[in-house]
């Protein structure tokens, strides 16, 4: 079994900073691609940035020079550094990795943090 958990969210005025974290925990070989998504009430979910096991990152445009991706390979551990936080970034943010496992790759979700960013 594998879990994702993530930690780091919380409320915060616009223009402010926080910083997610997602720890992957359990049986699995290796984790290739990691990512953060977020879903606003009333909208679908979306992908905010992923990054993957080589460090290559790819960002959502509303986000670009705002947020960093990155990971520690070693801890297994995904970061998202949110900064110049704007009402619209309010969201519930969720960790997500493709981990190896014996028979192939799985897809693996973080329970959910929530992000407030008020104006």
């Known amino acids: 079994q594998v879990q994702l958990v993530e930690s780091g969210g919380g409320l915060v005025q616009a223009g402010g900073s926080l910083r997610l974290s997602c720890a992957a925990s359990?049986?699995?070989?290796?984790?290739?691609?990691m990512g953060w998504y977020r879903q606003a009430p009333g909208k679908q979910r979306e992908l905010v940035a992923d990054?993957?096991?080589?460090?290559?990152?790819n960002y959502v445009d509303s986000v670009k020079g705002r947020f960093t991706i990155s990971r520690d390979n070693a801890k297994n551990t995904v970061y998202l550094q949110m900064n110049s936080l704007k009402p619209e970034d309010t969201a519930v943010y969720y960790c997500?990795?493709?981990?190896?496992?014996?028979?192939?790759?799985?897809?693996?979700w973080g329970q959910g943090t929530l992000v407030t960013v008020s104006s």
């Open positions: 359990g049986s699995f070989s290796s984790i290739d691609t």
């Open positions: 997500n990795a493709r981990v190896g496992i014996r028979l192939g790759y799985l897809g693996v």
């Open positions: 990054i993957t096991s080589g460090g290559s990152t």
